[in-house]
């Protein structure tokens, strides 16, 4: 026998089980509300200027035009993602959509009256539609789209660091939310589901991964069943995106009170990182700020280069619509830095067997040098500025 359920019934249940969810969550999750207020989107007149932008770059490189697949270049030019389709800029006239097959985006490129030249194809372009296109237009040849889509990318507009800044805002406010509920006996999940549960709290989807303990010695942390104990360090790690514009911060903090290794090894990262964002002026190299960390880490006796006890990975990574984009703070990079480049600072200090220490926060450049979008760890067992 089947029983209807009337609809006002179906709700009061449903709000019933929301309810008893919200209820099971740790407080410091529950009084948090949504920072969904304030959120400007990027514009059409943005967008525009982006175009016409691209355009130029085209033109620069000798590119009749570039072929994009859905992912975060056609969100950054058109603001959508279509799975299945791909977006065609021709240096001149409007650019059109097509499936993602190269049958379909040679026809495309024959009715914009390219069949010859050369055409830009972006860095995660799968080789079967490359060898297609060759096969379907064998007098048209294909180079990275890279100096075009990352030549646009790399200079964040005012706009777009302001999402970013929303971005980072919320982050530090799950953050707090989920450092409040470390308990003696916490598994690494427990945390990072109550860090996740936050970011809903707060109106958005997020992420953090969580360490523990030997395990935050990895830079990506470890699947091993961690409980967390007296003297432990916790390292939280990741973001949330606004509007497709990321955030990425890590803290590492000390749960219990702190050996004095500890300490030192602490204000060591603090010390690295802090000379990281000393060396981030406009018309240096990428790879000066990544030298200055690694030079404070070194000097300490750690190291060289990336051997472990030290610094096992670059020092930062560029910032936007993805978690890790163009440009890289890292030995060989001479890219100089500019006006509106985003960069994430966060030199490690790795020792297997004991721990690790990453403090991460994401910075812009001005014409004056660094703002970060975060505030930096005062203390060991402060994570907030």
Same mark, same amino acid.
């Given at each position: 026998?089947?029983?209807?359920?009337?609809?006002?019934?179906?709700?009061?249940?449903?709000?019933?089980?929301?309810?008893?969810?919200?209820?099971?969550?740790?407080?410091?999750?529950?009084?948090?509300?949504?920072?969904?207020?304030?959120?400007?989107?990027?514009?059409?007149?943005?967008?525009?200027?982006?175009?016409?932008?691209?355009?130029?770059?085209?033109?620069?490189?000798?590119?009749?035009?570039?072929?994009?697949?859905?992912?975060?270049?056609?969100?950054?030019?058109?603001?959508?993602?279509?799975?299945?389709?791909?977006?065609?800029?021709?240096?001149?006239?409007?650019?059109?959509?097509?499936? &993602?097959?190269?049958? %379909?985006?040679?026809?495309?490129?024959? $009715?914009?009256? +390219? !069949? *010859?030249?050369?055409? /830009? =194809?972006?860095?995660?372009?799968?080789?079967?539609?490359?060898?297609?296109?060759?096969?379907?237009?064998?007098?048209?040849?294909?180079?990275?789209?890279?100096?075009?889509?990352?030549?646009?990318?790399?200079?964040?507009? &005012?706009?777009?660091? %302001?999402?970013?800044?929303?971005?980072? $805002?919320?982050? +530090? !406010? *799950?953050?707090?939310? /989920? =450092?409040?509920?470390?308990?003696?006996?916490?598994?690494?999940?427990?945390?990072?589901?109550?860090?996740?549960?936050?970011?809903?709290?707060?109106?958005?989807?997020?992420?953090?991964?969580?360490?523990?303990?030997?395990?935050?010695?990895?830079?990506?942390?470890?699947?091993?069943?961690?409980?967390?104990?007296?003297?432990?360090?916790?390292?939280?790690?990741?973001?949330?995106?606004?509007?497709?514009?990321?955030?990425?911060?890590?803290?590492?903090?000390?749960?219990?009170?702190?050996?004095?290794?500890?300490?030192?090894?602490?204000?060591?990262?603090?010390?690295?990182?802090?000379?990281?964002?000393?060396?981030?002026?406009?018309?240096?190299?990428?790879?000066?700020?990544?030298?200055?960390?690694?030079?404070?880490?070194?000097?300490?006796?750690?190291?060289?280069?990336?051997?472990?006890?030290?610094?096992?990975?670059?020092?930062?990574?560029?910032?936007?619509?993805?978690?890790?984009?163009?440009?890289?703070?890292?030995?060989?990079?001479?890219?100089?830095?500019?006006?509106?480049?985003?960069?994430?600072?966060?030199?490690?200090?790795?020792?297997?067997?004991?721990?690790?220490?990453?403090?991460?926060?994401?910075?812009?450049?001005?014409?004056?040098?660094?703002?970060?979008?975060?505030?930096?760890?005062?203390?060991?067992?402060?994570?907030?500025?």
């Amino acid at each position: 026998m089947q029983t209807k359920l009337h609809r006002r019934a179906f709700l009061a249940a449903c709000a019933s089980l929301a309810g008893a969810q919200n209820a099971a969550l740790p407080e410091p999750v529950r009084a948090l509300q949504p920072m969904t207020a304030g959120v400007v989107p990027i514009t059409d007149a943005e967008r525009a200027a982006r175009l016409e932008k691209a355009r130029r770059l085209l033109r620069d490189n000798r590119l009749a035009a570039m072929v994009l697949p859905a992912g975060s270049n056609m969100l950054y030019f058109t603001g959508k993602r279509l799975p299945g389709q791909s977006w065609i800029l021709p240096v001149t006239g409007e650019p059109v959509w097509s499936a &993602s097959d190269a049958p %379909a985006i040679a026809r495309a490129l024959r $009715d914009l009256k +390219i !069949a *010859a030249g050369a055409i /830009g =194809l972006e860095e995660q372009t799968p080789f079967a539609l490359f060898a297609g296109l060759g096969q379907e237009l064998p007098a048209l040849s294909c180079a990275s789209a890279t100096p075009v889509t990352a030549g646009c990318r790399m200079i964040k507009s &005012s706009a777009e660091i %302001a999402l970013m800044q929303h971005a980072n $805002d919320v982050t +530090i !406010a *799950a953050y707090k939310a /989920g =450092l409040a509920t470390l308990r003696e006996g916490m598994t690494q999940g427990e945390l990072s589901a109550n860090i996740g549960a936050a970011y809903r709290a707060l109106g958005y989807s997020g992420y953090a991964s969580a360490s523990f303990g030997k395990s935050t010695a990895f830079p990506h942390g470890s699947i091993v069943p961690q409980q967390l104990k007296e003297g432990d360090f916790v390292m939280i790690d990741d973001g949330c995106s606004v509007e497709g514009y990321q955030s990425d911060i890590t803290r590492t903090v000390i749960f219990g009170k702190p050996t004095q290794r500890q300490r030192d090894i602490w204000a060591l990262e603090r010390r690295a990182q802090d000379a990281a964002l000393a060396a981030a002026k406009v018309g240096a190299p990428c790879e000066a700020v990544d030298a200055a960390a690694r030079n404070v880490i070194t000097a300490a006796g750690f190291g060289p280069g990336y051997k472990v006890p030290g610094l096992p990975h670059r020092t930062g990574h560029g910032i936007g619509l993805d978690g890790h984009e163009w440009t890289y703070l890292v030995k060989g990079n001479r890219t100089p830095l500019a006006p509106g480049m985003c960069f994430s600072d966060e030199p490690t200090i790795a020792i297997y067997g004991e721990f690790g220490i990453r403090l991460e926060d994401c910075f812009y450049m001005t014409e004056n040098g660094p703002r970060t979008f975060s505030k930096q760890s005062p203390a060991i067992d402060q994570p907030f500025g």
